[in-house]
């Protein structure tokens, strides 16, 4: 099969170029992204992409493959590759440092603003706060988020504006602390939010959902915070 | 928080709110008037005439026009924050969207006024 790929090294490349490389697949077996890129490497060892886990819990591998942002560890090439090709290329819209490995600073610094953990001026109680089943369950599809960035990457808005907009990924996290029942600073963190730009830039195109390796749904935990906005104002 | 002095409100949920109302406002506009056009197939310029000067039809009509200015600006800002990065092109551009929608609500109450 063709892999095309990617590549960029700001060391010695005046601009990046795809490189078209031709490969066998031993065995013709339907292996997964991520040991397409091993195979790769070996042939290459220059090509530079992050990895970690490799079985889609740490989110390193996140990249676009054939037009699409997934985790290269868990996407099986049935399941991208079309006419036998593969195109390999960075998460879009953040810098390149090098190939497929880019500088996640802008997304992480939209997640920091959200202050993603529990606030509560309380006396911290002498074991431990208990939530009961009904108030955990409202983290259930909140706290699976693995920050990946294969969501905010995919988003025109956070594209446009990654230093205004939060992003799905930034949302999900932030409405993960506004249903918690143990966390107190609500309003503070609500009113954080209301401006034009950190959640109303999103237009609800569901690009998020519909790449989340995770299969969460960052649109639905948005349209919550536009929700708990809406019942705080007069 | 992000600060912002040229959107409609300053707060985005005001500016959301404003736009979903404004929305409705133009779809009962346009949906009374395709069925008006409907239901009156021997349309001239008389009756056309009649409708505008019946002063619920103004202020409906002045409603929309009002409505369609509001949703314009917020839907034109949105795009110019989105696609113009430079603040001064950004801001002429801005100032240029906002003369027009003016001219536009001026030139609208005359033209209704004028029936």
Request: proline share 5%.
């Amino acid at each position: 099969m063709l892999v095309s790929v990617y590549r960029y090294n700001p060391e010695t490349d005046d601009a990046p170029y795809m490189q078209d490389i031709h490969i066998d697949i031993p065995g013709g077996k339907d292996i997964m992204v991520l040991d397409l890129l091993q195979l790769l490497k070996d042939k290459d060892s220059t090509l530079g992409y992050r990895r970690s886990c490799r079985e889609g819990v740490c989110g390193s591998d996140g990249m676009n493959m054939n037009g699409k942002n997934g985790l290269a560890c868990i996407t099986p090439l049935s399941e991208v590759v079309e006419s036998d090709k593969l195109v390999l290329r960075p998460l879009p819209g953040l810098p390149v440092i090098r190939d497929l490995v880019v500088d996640m600073t802008q997304f992480y610094t939209q997640y920091e603003k959200i202050k993603p953990y529990l606030i509560n001026e309380t006396p911290a109680p002498a074991i431990e706060r208990l939530q009961s089943p009904v108030e955990r369950e409202e983290l259930d599809g909140l706290y699976e988020c693995i920050l990946c960035a294969c969501c905010s990457t995919a988003c025109p808005s956070f594209w446009w504006n990654p230093d205004k907009f939060i992003g799905p990924s930034g949302l999900l996290q932030a409405y993960r602390f506004l249903a918690d029942s143990r966390d107190t600073a609500t309003s503070e963190r609500l009113a954080d939010l209301d401006d034009p730009f950190s959640v109303f830039r999103c237009h609800g195109i569901m690009n998020c959902v519909s790449v989340c390796p995770k299969g969460l749904n960052p649109t639905k935990a948005i349209g919550k915070i536009r929700n708990m906005l809406l019942s705080q104002a007069t | 928080m992000v600060t912002s002095i040229t959107s409609f409100g300053r707060s985005g949920l005001y500016d959301w709110m404003i736009q979903r109302v404004t929305a409705v406002a133009l779809a009962a506009y346009t949906i009374f008037l395709m069925g008006y056009m409907l239901f009156t197939p021997e349309l001239d310029y008389q009756q056309w005439k009649e409708l505008f000067e019946c002063t619920a039809m103004r202020i409906f009509t002045l409603l929309a026009l009002l409505s369609l200015a509001a949703h314009a600006w917020i839907g034109m800002w949105s795009i110019s924050t989105d696609y113009i990065k430079p603040t001064g092109i950004r801001f002429l551009f801005q100032s240029a969207c906002g003369l027009l929608t003016f001219i536009y609500v001026v030139w609208g109450i005359q033209i209704l006024w004028g029936v």
